[in-house]
Each structure stands twice: as structure tokens, then as C-alpha cells.
């Protein structure tokens, strides 16, 4: 059933990046080009007039920050070129792209207006100041909802600016109902709780507790929530995206899944690739359906899942 | 020459505050078997209190199943009027697993009767009741684990010794039973 329904997705996808991806995108063809030499031009003089400099300035004060910061601009101002041409493309191709999925919808959130602290309250990812958002899916698979959400979490300011969590946040609906919070993070040393409401508890797959610390504000429901076969899931998942790590937390009738992927998610539009490029569609498309598959792979679709 | 005497007190002091870590250990370890036991006792209550609702509702319909339904609510009357007291758990674990073996055997009955079978009221209790289960069976892996660290310690130097000198003694696994570990065959439930 599961591999029918991929089958028929993948179907779908390339019936209308053919018959209509790739008509939108040719016109685009030109505009990449000159975007791409745009880009160069900005970024090739600024470098290198930044290395250049650093040799003749480095024994003046702040003489190096300044050959740093041009070529900081060089490379910020490719990458600028870039993402707007990127955005550019989405807008066009993106609703194309998921009706290939059932129900789902693609918008381009504004910075920080997404944010309403809920990550750093049900402790899924480090605690951050501010959010970088890049995408976002909203859609429902066999009746079961679920949103995608691709940002970078910041914590600090200035120059004390780090960045904490690189990926995105997938957060279904479930089926089975709770009221507690339970958090499922990377394993640590000392079983440092993310919060001082939850208390960190042992469960029994040893392969699990070797991979992951758990902290649950009620021990039942995080066995509840936490079955061995969703241990074992775990233990067995082939990361989406071969991300560095996953955390999940348990909050209000939802699962949050967190990859950190270190990486962008869901590109196109490379200035340096044809503007109709496949595999960077096909590409994008793969990274969907292996999300929209956790529904299937933790069988959240179902009263009994997990 | 006053060297020797503060050092023997030094020691002393921090062997003391060492013995005495052990000690709150040991009785946090017991407390939570306690909570853990009292856990299972509020998901059995759940249980207990859906199971009238679906025999309500099945008595409706099954006619052939009166034996049944009488044996569930004699075990389940049995396993109210027990004490919440951790000495019980032995008895409790068999009722419960009677119980919850008659109730299999209902559930798999249901299916002879589709006019029950689609009943909404009875397609709702009877989630409700898997939910009940599942999260006795929490209950159930989160006593044995707290029963496990209780069992480490009494056991393992030198927290037993501590133990011992306070009255502290493991507790049993709740274990499946003997009905429990069987394969079930449907066809023994099914017409």
C-alpha cells in the first residue's frame, strides 16, 4: 500500500515536472545566467581585494577585520543573489511541486514571524534568540496532519552569535491522546534534564539508551508514548537527510521530530546548474516524501502507532 | 598532634554523609516502586470502571456469551474489593491477567455479532479500552523498571547492607502469566 502510494507520487511528480516545470522554468534560463555572472561580478572583486588588502593592512589596527569583512560581503552578496533567484524559482514551481503530495501546501515564511518561542518551551532543539526560517509545508497524509518547517535557531548576538539547530522541525498530529511532556534527546553523560519540570527516566532497549536520553514529567506516559517498537524504529531509522542527530519531544497531541541536518534543505535554483535541472527537483522531492514517510514508518496514521 | 584526631573526624564525617547518600537512595528506590505500583493501580481503576459500560453494551447483543460476561464481571468484582497495598500484588497481577485474557476472549466474540461490531457506543468503548491497556502496560514496564533499580540495590554491596539494616526488600516482576505467554487461537473464539 505504502510503496503503491510512492509509486503513484513519483508518477505524479514527473508527469508535471515535465509537462510543466519545465515550460515555466525555461524562461528563467536567461535570468540565471545573468544572476550567475551578477553574482560573480558582486562577490570575485570583493574577495579578492580582501586578500589582496590583508597583506598591506595587517599591521594597522583593525586592518584585517576590515580585508575580512570584504570578503565576507563578496561571499554574502553571491549568496544574497542567490536566494533571491531561489525564491524566485519557488514561487513559481512550489505549488506545482506539492500537489504531487496529497494536500500540501509551501509558503515562504518571513524571518522571525513564525516564532512563537514553542521550540525552546517543549525543549526540542537548544535554547535560541532568534529564528532564520526558510520554508514551510503544511499538508495531511492518510488523515493525518502534519507541517515541515526549515529554519536555523540563533542563539546570542553580534559577534557572540552561534548558530544551535541548522534543519527542520516536523510536526505531526498524533492519534493517541496525552497531556504530559516527554522529550526525546541525544544521549549525554550526566542526563542534564532540558528543563526543570522533567526528570530524566531509563527505559529498556539498551541500544536506545546508548543513543538517546529520555525526560518525561510523568514516567507512564512516557512509556506510553515511548513503546519498544518505537525504540526500535528508531535505533533502525535510516536518517532523513543523514542528519547529525534527531530529538523528539511529546507536547499537546503532537510530535515534534527535529533533524539536524547542519545542511539547506529543499534547494533549487543553483545559479551554477541549469535552471530545469532535474535532479535538483527530483532531489527536493525525495526529501519530502521521506519526511511525509516518517507518518508511515512510526504508523502515526493509526490510533495504536507508534 | 591534633592532626591525627581531625583527620579521623574528617573521615569519619565523610564516610557518614556517604552512608547516608546510600540510605536516601535506597529509600527513594523503594518510594518509587510504591509510586510505580499506585501507578497501575490508577490504570486497573480506569479499567475496571469501562469494563460494566461494555458488558452493558454487549449484553444487548450476545446472547451465546451470558457465561462470559458473568466471569468478567465475578473477577472483576473480586479485583475492586482488593486493597491498595503492595503485599496484593501477586493477586492483583492474576486478576488482572484473568480479566484481561476473558476480555480477549470477548473482544474476539464481538466479531460474531456485526450488529454490535458497528454499534458507535461499543466502537468507542472498545478504543477506550485499548487505550487503557496500553497504558496499563506502561504502567506495568514502568514498576518493573523501578522494581529492577529496587532490586540492584538490596542486592548489589554496598547499598544491600544498608538495606538490610533498614528492612528494605525487593519486590516481585510483574511477570506475564502462563495464559498470557500462550499463543492465542482465534479459532477456539470464533464460530
Known sequence: MVEMSYAKMRNNFEEKYFNEVVPALEVFEDERKNSFTLALLSAIPLILIGIVSSFFVYK????????????????????????????????????????????????????????????KRINLIPDYNTIESD???????????????????????????????????????????????????????FHHSPSKDLHHTELEDIEFEKRFDVYTDDDVEARYLITPSLMERLNNMKLAFNAETISVAFNNAKIYIALHTGKDLFSIGSLKKQVCDYEQFKTMFEEIYSIVRLIDYFKLDQKTGL | MFILPIILIVVTFVILIWLYGIYVSVIQKRNKVQEAFSSIDVQLKKRYDLI??????????????????????????????????????????????????????????????????????????????????????????????????????????????????????????????????KSVNASDYLK
Not at chain 1, 72 to 85: E, R, S
Not at chain 1, 86 to 101: A, D, G, Q, R, Y
Not at chain 2, 95 to 110: C, G, H, P, T
Not at chain 2, 134 to 146: D, G, K, P, T, V
Request: proline share 2%; glycine share 4%.
Open chain 1, 135 to 189: 520554508d514551510c509545508f503544511k499538508g495531511s497524509y492518510n488523515d493525518t496532519g502534519y507541517s515541515i518547517e526549515e529554519f536555523h535557531a540563533i542563539r546570542g548576538y553580534g559577534k557572540n552569535r552561534s548558530i544551535v539547530f541548522k534543519g527542520a522541525v516536523v510536526t505531526i498530529k498524533m492519534h493517541k491522546s496525552f497531556s504530559g511532556r516527554t522529550v526525546i534527546a541525544s544521549n549525554s553523560l
Open chain 2, 52 to 181: 460494566p459500560n461494555i458488558l452493558t453494551i454487549a449484553q444487548k447483543f450476545m446472547d451465546h456469551e451470558r457465561s462470559l460476561i458473568e466471569d468478567v464481571t465475578k473477577l472483576r468484582t473480586q479485583a475492586v474489593s482488593l486493597s491498595n497495598d503492595i503485599s496484593n500484588i501477586d493477586k492483583k497481577m492474576q486478576l488482572s491477567s484473568e480479566i484481561a485474557d476473558k476480555m480477549k476472549q470477548l473482544i474476539v466474540a464481538v466479531e460474531n455479532y456485526p450488529q454490535l461490531k458497528s454499534d458507535a457506543t461499543m466502537v468507542t468503548a472498545m478504543q477506550t479500552y485499548n487505550e487503557v491497556e496500553e497504558h496499563i502496560a506502561a504502567a506495568r514496564r514502568f514498576y518493573n523498571s523501578a522494581a529492577n533499580d529496587l532490586k540492584n540495590a538490596v542486592e548489589i554491596f554496598p547499598s544491600s547492607l544498608v538495606a538490610s539494616m533498614v528492612g528494605v526488600k525487593a519486590v516481585s516482576f510483574f511477570e506475564a502469566t502462563e495464559s498470557e505467554r
Open chain 1, 60 to 119: 594597522y589596527k583593525n586592518g584585517l577585520k576590515l580585508s575580512i569583512t570584504l570578503i565576507i560581503l563578496g561571499i554574502g552578496a553571491y549568496h544574497v543573489i542567490k536566494k533571491n533567484f531561489e525564491n524566485k524559482l519557488k514561487e513559481k514551481v512550489m505549488p506545482t511541486i506539492c500537489s504531487c503530495f496529497e494536500n500540501l501546501i509551501w509558503t515562504k515564511i518571513p524571518p522571525n514571524s513564525m516564532d512563537d518561542g514553542i521550540y
